[in-house]
């Protein structure tokens, strides 16, 4: 990604992280954190992942409250970073949290089923 992509990406992220935290009132939105935000070459479209706590149905009407507010964020997003065009905004869920907790959980359990050794290599 070039360096220009990779700035405004933070900046999306940021910006957007701000409406929902400070903004966007909508109660199915829930416990949500951007995770990440990927632009399109050109800018005009930003593909934004975010991890959201709760189970599965939680996680569905948050992304849903999330599509509904997508024209305000556009808008407010497109205003306060002053680009040419405001991007189209993609929420997509990120697993990589879970994934990542998995992984830990399976590596416990492997530490813990090894048995002890009390000499050393």
């Known amino acids: 990604m070039s360096h220009r992509r990779e700035r405004v990406a933070d900046e999306v ?3 957007i992280s701000r409406l929902l935290q400070r903004q966007v009132k909508d109660p199915r939105v829930g ?3 951007v995770t990440e935000v990927r632009m399109s070459a ?4 930003a593909q934004v992942y975010v991890s959201v ?3 599965d149905r939680e996680r569905a009407d948050s992304l849903e409250a ?8 556009r808008r407010e997003v497109g205003r306060a970073l ?3 065009y405001a991007p189209e905004i993609h929420f997509r869920l990120d697993h990589s949290l879970e994934q990542g907790s998995r992984i830990e959980q399976i590596l416990e ?6 048995p002890e050794d009390d000499s050393e290599e």
């Open 13 to 15: 992220r940021a910006e």
């Open 31 to 33: 416990f949500v954190t």
């Open 42 to 45: 050109d800018l005009r479209t």
């Open 53 to 55: 706590l709760g189970n």
């Open 66 to 73: 999330l599509a509904s507010a997508t024209g305000y964020l």
């Open 82 to 84: 002053r680009l040419r």
């Open 109 to 114: 359990t492997l530490s813990a089923e090894r």
